[in-house]
């Protein structure tokens, strides 16, 4: 028989006499790092996104059904909850959500499409599961990226489309902690943590004009006192966007008022608008108006943030609703280099006054300006140090949007590139006197830093917590792609290689050149 999997740690053994195919090179990572010895065990069903051109294809396709998701989500939304918010409103808080509930829900179902078109299957092993609500646009993203979460989206697939196939449940995959269906993403505090937001606050009760927000800039330490006091229209205040008052939330996911009537033009989005009504995070709906209620009574003339129009439903609640009474929004770029050409819709400037960015502006809104961690950053002072850095990509798992660089299963192209350099750079290291570190990325969930141990050993892990010490103390950085880790290397004077797959990137038409030099 011809078996179809679609999460990790599955126990093989009840399987050895027949074939089996894995929906994603995920499916081989069994406790936390990706298994070679079952890669001969299993055939890898073709990404496809490999094919660039269906790429480019499929992301004019979803930034164009982002705008008719939108649209007809304003108009659910402010009859749910009895508002006339207009779409600029919704747009800002749920422009996250949108854009990448859609590439993942897209990326699941031609996954399928591409097993059951190019394979003749027998029968689809998945784990038994059921819904799980999602709490807010940070709870998606870690959800997304679960065997259970995935295995059950699979299964409403596989009967939405109504495949000719068995549907084997197993109990074999490693089952999620929390046993009912809802999921929390509780982030544990540290000391420091404590102390800055401490420290925050009391600078806001200094400097108490209100006139501007500033929120998640990434200013070091120095840079951000060097401001507060040259500056004292500037009103920082963590304590009310930090706290996350999980324990009012209602906890009743109950949508049988809600309902958006959206055309449709395939069976793709039929299935869409069938989930969304499922999958629609509770802070949009069911606590929204607890949102609304707590936010801050105040309203600055300019807000500014990096990092929290993602994640913060707080923020973005608090945003939108002073944006409506006449407030700009600007977003500071939060990391980058050279631009690549599918990234995010360009949401960003969509939802903003100024999108301030890093690099040379190419569209309207846009204006560069330097990025604020790199005030007073040290710099690399060039001494030889006998250190090279090789970084690795921390792209996850699963695809968790559409856009370029080495998603999903072409991590496995990529990382055999860096393991293939990493060999060649040891042998020379060892006739030239020079130290190799290995940095593994934030997001290991491939199990890249086992990977690298079990084949070159201990030594060569970095053991530095923070990534610019870890540059500025090298001689050269082998960097994975061209996005943050090599501007910090150009901002601290550090020489840096770029080495990455060239079928796995595409850049906007003016950054090209770069990419030729």
């Excluded at 038994?128 to 679960?146: A, E, Q, R």
């Excluded at 949007?401 to 496995?412: D, V």
């Excluded at 150009?490 to 038409?509: C, Q, R, S």
Aim: proline residues 3%.
């Amino acid at each position: 028989k011809n078996y179809l999997v679609v999460t990790g740690s599955n126990d093989l053994t009840a399987f050895k006499n027949h074939n089996i195919y894995a929906i994603g090179e995920h499916c081989l990572i069994n406790d936390g790092v990706y298994d070679f010895q079952n890669s001969k065990k299993m055939t890898v069903i073709k990404f496809h996104w490999k094919d660039r051109k269906k790429l480019e294809f499929d992301y004019k396709y979803l930034e164009n059904l982002f705008e008719k998701v939108l649209k007809y989500l304003t108009f659910s939304l402010n009859q749910y909850h009895g508002t006339n918010n207009n779409s600029h409103y919704w747009r800002i808080v749920l422009s996250p959500w949108i854009l990448d509930y859609l590439s993942v829900i897209f990326d699941r179902w031609e996954n399928i499409t591409v097993a059951t078109n190019d394979y003749k299957l027998d029968t689809f092993i998945i784990q038994h599961s059921k819904d799980i609500y999602t709490i807010d646009y940070k709870d998606f993203k870690n959800l997304s990226y679960t065997d259970n979460w995935n295995s059950k989206l699979y299964e409403e697939l596989i009967r939405f489309r109504k495949i000719n196939i068995n549907i084997q449940k197993t109990n074999l995959i490693i089952k999620q902690k929390d046993d009912t269906n809802f999921s929390f993403s509780n982030k544990k505090s540290t000391p420091i943590v404590e102390l800055r937001k401490s420290l925050l606050i009391f600078l806001s009760k200094i400097f108490s004009n209100k006139k501007t927000l500033i929120k998640s800039l990434e200013f070091n330490f120095l840079s951000f006192l060097k401001i507060s006091f040259l500056s004292k229209n500037l009103f920082f205040n963590d304590k009310y966007f930090e706290r996350y008052l999980s324990k009012s939330f209602v906890r009743k996911h109950d949508r049988e008022n809600f309902k958006i009537d959206m055309d449709t033009v395939n069976d793709f989005e039929v299935f869409l608008k069938k989930r969304i009504i499922i999958d629609l995070p509770m802070a949009y709906l069911e606590n929204y108006k607890f949102f609304l209620k707590n936010i801050p009574k105040y309203r600055p003339e300019k807000i500014f943030t990096a990092n929290d129009h993602y994640w913060n439903e707080y923020f973005k609640i608090f945003s939108a609703e002073c944006v409506n009474k006449g407030s700009e929004l600007n977003i500071v770029e939060h990391g980058g280099s050279i631009v690549s050409k599918f990234r995010i819709f360009n949401f960003e400037e969509k939802i903003s006054n100024k999108k301030i960015t890093w690099c040379k502006p190419f569209i309207k809104n846009q204006f560069q300006f330097m990025p604020p961690k790199y005030i007073f950053t040290k710099k690399n002072n060039g001494k030889l140090k006998r250190k090279i850095l090789i970084m690795l990509s921390s792209f996850n798992t699963h695809t968790p949007r559409c856009r370029c660089g080495p998603l999903s299963s072409l991590w496995k192209e990529d990382i055999d590139q860096k393991i293939n350099l990493i060999a060649k750079l040891c042998d020379l290291s060892k006739k030239n006197k020079f130290r190799i570190h290995v940095r593994a990325g934030s997001n290991d969930r491939w199990g890249n830093n086992k990977i690298i141990k079990e084949i070159f050993g201990n030594v060569i892990l970095s053991q530095e917590k923070e990534a610019i010490k870890d540059i500025i103390s090298s001689d050269l950085v082998i960097c994975p792609y061209p996005e943050t880790s090599f501007s910090d290397c150009v901002m601290t004077n550090t020489p840096a290689i770029l080495l990455y797959k060239n079928d796995h990137w595409e850049f906007e038409n003016d950054f090209k050149i770069l990419e030729e030099k």
